[in-house]
């Protein structure tokens, strides 16, 4: 670049000879200079200017095109997936602890008319009724000649009835896929998984959700598409629990119950192995609510979780295990029990007459009501209430099925002392079986709170601690003599050293008082006694003996019965293995106790 | 000079665009390829869980109990029972080698862990 001199040596001579100012042509070179670099500026500044105009321009022609270009074309699914996370549209399927199937999904087709297009309605009309005999022929008719687009026809069509309908060659009559949900063992586990059927529909897919049991406590889990191939592991057993059905339905039939109920329980994981509650249903076809009328005789009803009952003398091993518990008495203590004993306008009776006094481990063996009456007197009623809170008895079970909400435990309004010692032998308390499985579940494990779940668990989850080793020990040992020569003999099955105890609690009238000839018979029992794995408990609606002079309704010529030929079949399933029982220590008392 | 540049930058146009055609048919080829194998799985899949709901149908408690029921002549199938226990020093040993009528072995025993 060639620069201009300011102050050029020839301009400024003659300017001096002049007598002129030479800066006059300094400053008149500067501006002159400013000038031109001003110009140059200007130039680029357009220049760039220009191009970012340009620049932008073509960006919002790029965005415009795109915009139009997808506004006006048809969505189509991207063809090149990456293969590897696989989602699956399909609710997912629920398998038993062995990964049997016990819901999984069945594709089917639903029946929809497009009138409009229909040919001759009448006669499609016509043929439909003789594929589908339950349909209306005079409704069809209506729904197809009037002014309507769309009728559903059918939910649910098998294979067969599709084709049936293809050959009637109505071009008005069409299929959308459905996915159905399909329970494969039928009956089995029905209150379990409850039952599923359609949510939001369309024609070419509907949602199927849970409407009760696990399908319903799951949905989320069931429906999010990135478990499709992960199943839900239920803590069931299927060929336990079709022992345990077959076994208790003989039984409830055996002893003209109306209804009956059987939990089995892993004393250490809280894991339900089986859960009966009879009468049944078929979840594939699961039958409507009653609309009006005592729910609980409904097939739907699940007596295990929902029941709440009185579960009588089953609760005397709360009262004796906590009275060891907290050193008030030991197993060999002498407790008066001359009865009746009389408390307000109330009086407290023994089934039979047992003498003048018993030891403690002896009031359990008979189960008298006057000598557990008088232990719950002695450790009071604060105590009390404590002890079945940690139990559990006084809010609903966490069991995960939508039913285990509803199944709130009845508590007296005002707990009085009478209440303490009625409760004591129970009566006043009303709880679910599943209650009580839980309860029994912590003396079997030693004393230590489990969460019943039907969740497969990998291992061990004890909670709290309700009871000393030692008082646990020695309740077990005292649901051991119950069986061996207690009341509840029938229970013995050989190898398994079976300990329980009985309920026989008269049923409430539904305006007050109790029933005389009507009862619920329980039996609560875990097996081995001397190192527990399982729980059982069996309850029987209204059981009625009658193979003796005059009816028994004891849950000892009842409930135990059943429950011991349920043990018989389903602890060899389980894999127990049938062994000798040591001999119980004679009346070593660990100085620790007292 | 030029005139031969002009000519190779033309023929490697013409074969970059043959190039790029070939290209975009076996692309779509390929992506045709992967959607009808999709499809199969897709197919297969379903099948698959058909098949599965159908082996648990027939595999149900009560069908296996009707069918050992009625095939008790043949089969002899009882429910277990807790004296089918056995201990491992019950099983008896196989007959000694030199002796060449094989014995049968009871295999229904089932051997848990205590």
């Given at each position: 670049m060639?620069?201009?001199?300011l ?28 000038e ?33 270009a ?17 989602i ?13 199937l016990?819901?999984?999904n069945?594709?089917?087709?639903a ?6 297009h ?6 499609a ?9 339950e ?8 729904d ?29 009559l ?6 159905m949900?399909?329970?494969?063992n ?24 849970g ?16 478990n ?7 803590a ?13 339905y003989?039984?409830?039939r ?18 339900v ?20 009328g005592d ?15 009185e ?15 907290l050193g ?27 003498g ?15 000598g ?11 105590r ?7 139990l559990?008895?006084f809010k ?17 309004r ?28 912590a ?12 969740l ?7 909670g709290?601690?309700?009871?000393s080793?030692?008082?646990a ?17 029938m ?8 300990g329980?105890?009985?309920g026989?609690?008269d ?25 527990p794995?399982?729980v059982?408990?069996?309850t ?6 009658t193979s ?5 309704r ?6 135990v ?11 060899p ?11 119980i ?10 | ?16 665009a043959f190039?790029?055609?070939?290209e ?8 045709a ?7 199969e ?6 099948r ?16 296996l ?21 056995g201990?491992?020093?019950?099983v ?8 060449s009528r ?5 295999v ?7």
């Amino acid at each position: 670049m060639t620069r201009t001199p300011l102050r050029p040596l020839a301009r400024i001579l003659s300017a001096r000879a002049a007598g002129e100012n030479p800066n006059v042509i300094e400053r008149e070179n500067i501006r002159k200079r400013h000038e031109e670099m001003h110009d140059k500026m200007r130039q680029r500044a357009e220049g760039r200017l220009f191009l970012l105009g340009l620049f932008f321009f073509c960006a919002f022609v790029v965005v415009g095109g795109r915009m139009g270009a997808l506004a006006t074309s048809e969505p189509t699914e991207p063809r090149a997936s990456a293969p590897g996370a696989t989602i699956s549209a399909a609710r997912a399927d629920i398998v038993d602890r062995d990964g049997r199937l016990l819901a999984t999904n069945f594709e089917t087709h639903a029946l929809y008319a497009q009138p409009p297009h229909m040919v001759d309605p009448e006669a499609a009309a016509e043929k439909l009724v003789q594929i589908f005999p339950e349909l209306k022929p005079e409704r069809l008719i209506k729904d197809f000649t009037g002014t309507r687009k769309f009728v559903w026809i059918k939910r649910k069509i098998s294979p067969e009835q599709m084709q049936a309908v293809h050959e009637i060659g109505d071009p008005g009559l069409l299929f959308g896929p459905r996915d159905m949900r399909l329970y494969p063992n039928g009956r089995l586990a029905s209150h379990i998984l409850g039952g599923a059927s359609f949510g939001k529909e369309g024609v070419s897919a509907a949602e199927v959700i849970g409407v009760a049991g696990v399908e319903k406590q799951f949905d989320d889990y069931l429906l999010d598409p990135a478990n499709g191939n992960r199943p839900l592991k239920l803590a069931l057993d299927l060929p336990v629990q079709a022992a345990a059905e077959r076994v208790l339905y003989g039984g409830m039939r055996l002893m003209n119950a109306k209804g009956a109920t059987a939990i089995l329980m892993d004393v250490r994981t809280g894991e339900v192995v089986s859960l009966v509650s009879l009468p049944d249903f078929d979840p594939n076809n699961r039958p409507r609510p009653l609309t009006r009328g005592d729910q609980s005789e409904s097939p739907l009803f699940n007596r295990a979780v929902q029941g709440v009952y009185e579960l009588g003398s089953t609760f005397k091993i709360f009262t004796a295990a906590q009275a060891i518990d907290l050193g008030i008495v030991n197993r060999n203590t002498v407790i008066d029990i001359r009865g009746p004993l009389q408390w307000g306008r109330f009086r407290i009776r023994d089934f039979r007459n047992y003498g003048k006094e018993l030891t403690v481990e002896n009031i359990i063996v008979k189960s008298s009501n006057i000598g557990t009456a008088r232990l719950a007197q002695r450790i009071g009623t604060p105590r009390q209430q404590d002890f079945l809170r940690d139990l559990g008895f006084f809010k609903p079970t966490e069991f995960e099925i939508l039913e285990a909400s509803s199944g709130n435990p009845l508590l007296p309004r005002n707990w009085s002392e009478l209440s303490t010692m009625t409760i004591s032998y129970g009566h006043g308390l009303s709880a679910s079986p599943m209650h009580l499985a839980t309860a029994y579940a912590a003396i079997a494990n030693g004393g230590y709170m489990v969460k019943p779940t039907i969740l497969r668990q990998s291992g061990p989850r004890m909670g709290k601690r309700v009871l000393s080793e030692h008082s646990a020990r020695v309740a077990r040992q005292m649901l051991r003599k119950v069986v061996a020569n207690g009341t509840a003999s029938m229970g013995e099955v050989t190898g398994y050293s079976v300990g329980g105890k009985t309920g026989t609690a008269d049923k409430p009238m539904p305006r007050g008082g109790y029933y005389e000839d009507k009862v619920i018979a329980t039996f609560a029992s875990i097996f081995p006694a001397h190192d527990p794995q399982y729980v059982l408990v069996v309850t029987l609606d209204e059981p009625v003996e009658t193979s003796g002079d005059e009816p028994r309704r004891t849950a000892g010529w009842t409930a135990v019965p059943v429950a011991a030929e349920m043990i018989k079949r389903i602890a060899p399933l389980l894999g127990v293995r049938p062994g000798v029982e040591p001999a119980i220590r004679a009346d070593i008392t660990p100085a620790s106790s007292n | 000079m030029r005139t031969l540049f002009f000519v190779l930058t033309i023929a490697s146009v013409i074969g970059l665009a043959f190039w790029a055609y070939r290209e975009n048919y076996a692309t779509r080829e390929a992506l045709a390829g992967a959607e009808r194998m999709r499809d199969e799985i897709r197919a297969a899949h379903s099948r698959l869980s058909v098949l599965r709901a159908e082996w648990a149908y027939l595999n149900r408690p009560d069908r296996l109990r009707d069918l050992a029921d009625l095939n008790f002549d043949r089969l002899g199938l009882l429910p277990l029972r807790p004296d089918q226990f056995g201990r491992i020093d019950e099983v008896a040993y196989p007959a000694p080698p030199e002796q060449s009528r094989l014995e049968a072995i009871d295999v229904s025993l089932r051997e848990d862990s205590e």
